[in-house]
């Protein structure tokens, strides 16, 4: 984060690319989390200001509820912590393509940038799906930037269903 915050004159300070990466990591650690609480490894973090307000994983099972993805959780948080819906200048970030509902909340949020990282073709409703960040007929759209770390993000969740198969055959 110090990296970020660094003023260069020359042309060698971190891109994009870097800073994508960099708080992704953070979600993947939330993903690590939901793994080691035997849920589905996804993770997020919302970014203001350089700063890390919210950092969430999926709890779905251990609250029983159907909609404690990530992103709705850290959603939940950011909003606290700024003591606002709005959560304007605020970048989410999620090692997996948000669904119907998560895409909702971003778009309710009014969230103005979502980095993703594995995409999820059975129920991404960003790219894979649908293009609701994007959809010119709604009200608010978002900056979208997908596959950051993607391979990492998407090896935690298959090994996470193949030694739930493997757990099953015992
Ligand atoms: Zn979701």
């Known amino acids: 984060m110090i990296a970020f915050r660094e003023e260069k004159d020359d042309n060698t300070s971190p891109d994009a690319g870097d800073i994508y990466v960099h708080y992704m990591r953070y979600a993947l650690q939330q993903a690590e989390q939901a793994r080691q609480e035997n849920e589905v490894p996804i993770g997020a973090v919302i970014v203001k200001d350089s700063r890390i307000i919210a950092a969430a994983h999926n709890q779905r099972e251990q609250l029983k509820d159907p909609t404690?993805?990530?992103?709705?959780?850290?959603?939940?948080?950011?909003?606290?912590?700024?003591?606002?819906?709005?959560?304007?200048?605020?970048?989410?970030?999620?090692?997996?393509?948000?669904?119907?509902?998560?895409?909702?909340?971003?778009?309710?949020?009014?969230?103005?940038?979502?980095?993703?990282?594995?995409?999820?073709?059975?129920?991404?409703?960003?790219?894979?799906?649908?293009?609701?960040?994007?959809?010119?007929?709604?009200?608010?759209?978002?900056?979208?930037?997908?596959?950051?770390?993607?391979?990492?993000?998407?090896?935690?969740?298959?090994?996470?269903?193949?030694?739930?198969r493997a757990l099953g055959k015992k």
């Not at 304007?88 to 997996?96: A, G, I, K, P, S």
């Not at 895409?103 to 969230?111: D, L, N, Q, V």
């Not at 979502?114 to 608010?140: F, I, M, Q, T, W």
Request: net charge negative; glycine share 8%; proline share 5%.
């Open 68 to 164: 404690a993805h990530a992103e709705m959780i850290a959603i939940t948080q950011a909003a606290g912590s700024l003591g606002s819906w709005r959560l304007d200048d605020c970048t989410l970030y999620v090692t997996l393509e948000p669904c119907p509902m998560c895409a909702g909340a971003i778009i309710m949020s009014r969230i103005p940038v979502v980095v993703y990282g594995a995409d999820d073709p059975k129920a991404g409703s960003v790219r894979s799906l649908y293009r609701l960040l994007e959809d010119p007929r709604l009200n608010h759209r978002c900056v979208v930037v997908n596959g950051v770390l993607a391979t990492e993000c998407g090896a935690i969740l298959s090994q996470f269903f193949q030694a739930q």
